[in-house]
């Protein structure tokens, strides 16, 4: 059921107003989170999204050391204070006039006033300076004194060390002041360098936050510049109608920009980069108009490959070699014909990716998931890896494959059978005795 919004009996008001407009004297915020604070956690919750795999460990591990702080707010309404100051006049007056009533009557109040309103604070600075584990400690130790005094006083214990207390010959025990007093100086020894250790901690934690906050701003300023690449290669292969034009000078400027790039960024930034540029058909060979060098479309919305003249728009070349792509996200990415060797690829997720006539000589392909990615073209009888001198032959497969020498494929998840034997015939020797599953039977045909 719905209420009419004409209906003739309104609401009544709130019967607490007045109770809302006579607050408390002593207003102390219990809101443990700072306008500070709040502003560092949207802050945080803004970064989160753009945060790589990479840094997310470390940044779990950076903040799990941290102590909420919550710093109360003390608020003394002015009607308190006044009273506190009357309290403190009534106490001089009795002193004046030698008045014991009023003496006594201004000591209580301003007492009871002072720590109404030191209070808060006082909660404050327990909490500040004491975790809840030290105050339990506190309150455990107290009451364990408390408990062993009471035993003493009240089961006759301190009565027997009285008297056998009264026997011992004090002038030959003097010597124990000696002893208490080293005792003394020993105790002041070991707080201060509990002091001292309370300062390292601080100053740990601060770096650690200082750190944290340097690599956060760092993430915002690296994905800022992968956005104004990714517009920037946008403007220079689309017209004003949208088509994809990529004159000679054109695709020089963006692989300068692509090189430049990939030398500023982290791996997960590469990766980034990688995908687009993929997805995008920037790096596919495309069939070309002989004369004006425009991309082919191929009929059915998309552009025509030509896997042996075509013109990519950005030739990766050897701008990953020796990179560092471990732990990242490549699937779906055109690989093909570029140079990693000694790139770090362990633990990437390289699912359907092309690898053919890829430079992947002493590359580290460890507990990487390779299922469905494409080591070369043709049958696995004939494929064989890139050549200097020789064409490649997409039909039969002869020097399409990949450059597999020396890699590293120790655990690597979702090897298909062709990959494998692929692999095994021309990793070479040292290389074969990290694949899964083993190279047995199968012919090592690089030689060597």
Known sequence: MTIASNSSHPPKPETNIDKDLQPDDFDASENGLTSEGLAAQQALSAISSLQSPQHTNALKQATSGFKDISHHQLAVKPRALLFTLLAIALTFIGIAINNSFLGILGTLTTLVLSVAILLPWLQDVVQEWFSAQERTVLVGLTGLLVAICGLFRFTGVENGLLRWGSKINWDIAGTLADWFGALGQISIAIIAVYVAWRQYVISKDLTIQQNLLT?????????????????????????????????????????????????????????????????????????????LGRAILDGIGGYAEDLLEGVRVI???????????????????????????????????????????TI??????????????????????????????????????????????NADFRNAQRMSESTRQYCCAWCGEEARRTIPGGCEGIPNKLGR
């Open 360 to 405: 992947l000589y002493d590359a580290d392909l460890n507990n990487s998931d390779l299922n469905g990615v494409r080591f070369f073209y043709g049958s696995l009888e004939k494929a064989s890896p890139r050549s200097r001198n020789n064409p490649p032959n997409y039909e039969t497969g002869e020097h399409t494959g990949a450059v597999v020498e």
């Open 215 to 291: 690599v956060q701003q760092n993430i915002i300023t690296q994905q800022q510049t992968i956005d104004s690449y990714f517009q920037g290669v946008s403007d220079l292969v689309l017209d004003e109608e949208g088509l994809l034009e990529d004159w000679p000078q054109e695709r020089a400027i963006a692989e300068g920009r692509t090189a430049a790039i990939f030398s500023s960024v982290d791996g997960s930034g590469k990766a980034k980069i990688l995908r687009f540029l993929s997805r995008s058909k920037l790096l596919t060979p495309l069939k070309r108009d002989r004369r």
């Open 315 to 357: 030739d990766l070349g050897v701008m990953l070699a020796g990179a560092d792509l471990s732990n990242t996200d490549l699937r779906w990415t055109d690989l093909s014909e570029a140079n990693l060797v000694r790139a770090n690829l362990s633990g990437c997720d390289l699912v359907k990716a092309n690898l053919s006539r």
